[in-house]
T-cell receptor
């Protein structure tokens, strides 16, 4: 069946540009997560949605980062005025149930963002 | 805070060798523990998990036992294959949603 998909797979932006990264979770999955993975590091949590509600955005590194999931399915991570330190792979994951239940997270292939 | 420390790589092995990747953790609360794997060109996928002390997670010949007394969750496989070449990530979750990952260990198995 279809897994988590992300687009674009690769994005090159000039410093100062705005970018939007899309995540299509597995159909029917309640929970959606965004992670940031710097080169040679493990993923780091950015934000969590339960349906359309953003319940945790504690990992967003600055107010230039904004995420939404308006209809409880597709999510967009937006980065305004990109900086070189934003260069990373951005991973999206979804899981079937709400938080509070230990559950497998299914990851997408990621979007590799390079800021020049 | 919550953190995971795992063995630095890269690790290079011959086929049929024994593999161990060490993982220790620090957590506020009682975490669930995971191993995720990333095969070349693919996304992260769950390899195994354990949710309470002394639980053993297993999958595809890999095993890891949740050791609360040593705060460890070491990954082992008795006989690796070339197809096991991948990056392995140890992770924990305290609040049953967000994952905290280690830095990853790259494993290369030679025929």
């Amino acid at each position: 069946g279809a897994g988590v998909s992300q687009s674009p797979r690769y994005k090159v932006a000039k410093r100062g540009q705005d970018v939007a990264l899309r995540c299509d979770p597995i159909s029917g999955h309640v929970s959606l997560f965004w992670y940031q993975q710097a080169l040679g590091q493990g993923p780091e949590f950015l934000t969590y949605f339960q349906n359309e509600a953003q319940l945790d955005k504690s990992g967003l590194p600055s107010d230039r980062f904004f995420a939404e999931r308006p209809e409880g399915s597709v999510s967009t991570l937006k980065i305004q005025r990109t900086q070189q330190e934003d260069s990373a792979v951005y991973l999206c994951a979804s899981s079937p149930r709400p938080s509070g239940e230990t559950d497998t997270q299914y990851f997408g292939p990621g979007t590799r963002l390079t800021v020049l | 805070g919550n953190s995971v420390t795992q063995m630095e790589g890269p690790v290079t092995l011959s086929e049929e060798a024994f593999l161990t990747i060490n993982c220790t953790y620090t957590a506020t609360g009682y975490p669930s523990l995971f191993w995720y794997v990333q095969y070349p060109g693919e996304g992260l996928q769950l390899l195994l998990k354990a949710t309470k002390a002394d639980d053993k997670g297993s999958n595809k010949g890999f095993e890891a036992t949740y050791r609360k007394e040593t705060t460890s969750f070491h990954l082992e496989k008795g006989s690796v294959q070339v197809s096991d070449s991948a990056v392995y990530f140890c992770a924990l979750s305290v609040d049953d949603y967000k994952l905290s990952f280690g830095a990853g260990t790259t494993v290369t198995v030679r025929a």
